[in-house]
């Protein structure tokens, strides 16, 4: 499906030549973006063959991206989704099935908490959530009935990193899937599947499309069983591949992700050593600070930080932190992250923690910086402390 490839190519020169050479057409650079639903086949005999019969399965342009995905952390293969929250769902319904249970990280994504509560149980699977800092003492939570360990590190919105090595060996010894969202790490930062991990979920929603008009997700797997069960799982529901325009968006953003990542990963890291410094802030929730409570995990497992962290602000009333927030100037008020464009958004409504309660001494603030110059981002924070202040 792709390149012939390189084992010795870093992520920046994989990403430049993955799929090049299958969906061009006429010498194009880029693959062609194929639209369709209906696929003509050659013959009566051809109708129920093994071939591709019908456009929900995706096209060239879809092919070329779950190779691109695929190559850049050794997997088997790529199934895609047509969001993020979808590449979630459809990891854990294609690893249960009625009267299991899955043990979920306590600092997951809201919405994948949702679906636990939800749909999930309503089909008779339960969720019981840990708390992100156990390592292998999950040994001990494991029970007869546990299909699904579910992690995400670091945790949305709070930031605590996992021992994933640790969790895997414990899963694995107990013949339970492991389920990563690694969309904070975009696959380059951290690669799960070098850690033990069964599967791992992208949002390429964020930083893969990296430009905030693209909903997409990715499900990778090293386990060829697995990648059936997951295009399985995709095909029974209907869900497909999404948009062939998409999919392409999504392949482009890919040759640039590399370089993106560095500049907010460095430009979120100035943002975060100032806010550091500030009187305002009580805490700084960036993995890559030796403040982080989880720093050794990040030192140990991770190659760079991505644009993404958090901060606990001292007491202040809700009109303090609106009045801060409402006259930013360069930081959106947006739910999504890993665009070229920074936001920011207050937390404390989302956190719904059962494991263990989230405690701080202030309220939570999520940030995602763009591309835009450190510098006048934190001119804007600094205005917007004055405010906070006032
Ligand atoms: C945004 C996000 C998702 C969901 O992605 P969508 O494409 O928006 O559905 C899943 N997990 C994490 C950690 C996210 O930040």
Redesign the pocket.
């Known amino acids: 499906m792709s390149d012939p490839k390189d084992p010795g190519w870093r992520p920046e020169t994989r990403l430049v030549r993955a799929g090049r050479a299958s969906g061009s057409e006429h010498g194009a650079v880029n693959p062609a973006i194929q639209r369709g639903s209906t696929v003509l086949l050659p013959s009566v005999a051809a109708l129920y063959g093994p071939g591709k019969s019908y456009g929900l399965e995706g096209f060239g342009v879809h092919e070329t991206l779950r190779a691109a995905l695929a190559d850049l952390v050794g997997a088997h293969d790529t199934v895609l989704a047509p969001?993020?929250?979808?590449?979630?769902t459809v990891a854990l319904l294609s690893a249960t099935r009625a009267g299991g249970e899955v043990l979920v990280t306590d600092s997951?994504?809201g919405?994948?908490r949702r679906f636990c509560d939800g749909l999930l149980a309503r089909f008779g699977v339960r969720t019981r959530y840990y708390d992100p800092g156990t390592g292998g003492a999950i040994a001990a939570l494991i029970g007869p009935d546990t299909q699904a360990l579910f992690l995400?590190s670091p945790g949305?919105l709070t930031m605590e990193l996992q021992d994933v090595p640790a969790l895997a060996a414990a899963a694995h010894a107990r013949g339970v899937t492991t389920i990563i969202?690694d969309?904070?790490s975009a696959g380059v930062l951290f690669n799960p599947l070098d850690h033990g991990v069964d599967v791992s979920?992208q949002?390429?929603?964020?930083y893969q499309a990296g430009h905030a008009d693209v909903?997409?997700?990715a499900l990778v797997s090293r386990d060829p069983a697995r990648i059936a069960a997951i295009t399985a799982t995709v095909k029974e529901l209907g869900l497909g591949a999404g948009a062939p325009e998409d999919a392409y968006l999504t392949l482009r953003g890919l040759r640039t992700m590399p370089l993106r990542l560095d500049r907010q990963g460095a430009s979120a890291l100035a943002v975060a050593r100032w806010l550091e410094a500030r009187p305002e802030v009580a805490q700084v929730l960036h993995p890559a600070l030796p403040t982080h409570p989880d720093h050794a995990l990040f030192a140990r497992d991770f190659q760079g930080a991505s644009g993404?962290f958090s901060i606990v602000l001292h007491p202040a009333s809700e009109a303090q932190v609106a009045a801060m927030l409402d006259g930013l100037r360069l930081f959106g008020l947006g739910?999504?992250?890993?665009g070229y464009e920074s936001l920011v958004i207050t937390c404390d409504p989302q956190l719904k923690r059962t494991a263990r309660a989230w405690r701080a001494a202030g309220p939570l603030l999520r940030f995602s910086i763009g591309l835009e110059h450190p510098d006048d981002l934190i001119a804007d924070l600094a205005e917007g402390f004055t405010r906070l202040a006032g």
């Open positions: 969001s993020g929250l979808a590449a979630c997951v994504y919405p994948t995400e949305s969202d969309t904070w979920v949002a390429l929603t964020k909903l997409m997700g993404v739910f999504s992250w890993g």
